[in-house]
């Protein structure tokens, strides 16, 4: 069963965010080499400080597992954290780029 408190909510930012992209703000990002590049890096830093941080082993975050998907990769980290990672720095930049020709005509 999908954990309701912490899975379903980091399923629904990713749709949100997605959907938003794809039909109201199209900035046109999820095309751009450059955006992909970017959840590379993030995906690089945010590895070793979440498998840190929620590692079984000596966890200095603990999730109710009720509350989760139960699945953790890599270096047990539960794998929501990387679907809210992905909602938040996507849903930045779109706004960042949706800001941009705004941003433009004030100068």
Do not use: C
């Not at 999820?30 to 590049?37: E, V």
């Amino acid at each position: 069963m999908i954990g309701l408190g912490y899975t379903l909510p980091a399923l629904l930012a990713v749709v949100v965010v997605v959907l938003l992209e794809l039909f109201v703000l199209r900035t046109g990002l999820f095309r751009r080499l450059a955006y992909w590049i970017s959840m590379v890096i993030v995906l690089g830093f945010q590895i070793p400080v979440d498998g840190w941080l929620t590692k079984l082993s000596a966890p200095i975050v603990i999730y109710n597992e009720d509350h989760t998907s139960g699945i953790r990769f890599p270096w047990n980290i539960p794998v929501e954290d990387f679907l809210f990672g992905f909602a938040l720095v996507t849903a930045v930049l779109l706004l960042w780029e949706r800001a941009k020709p705004a941003a433009k005509d004030q100068q």
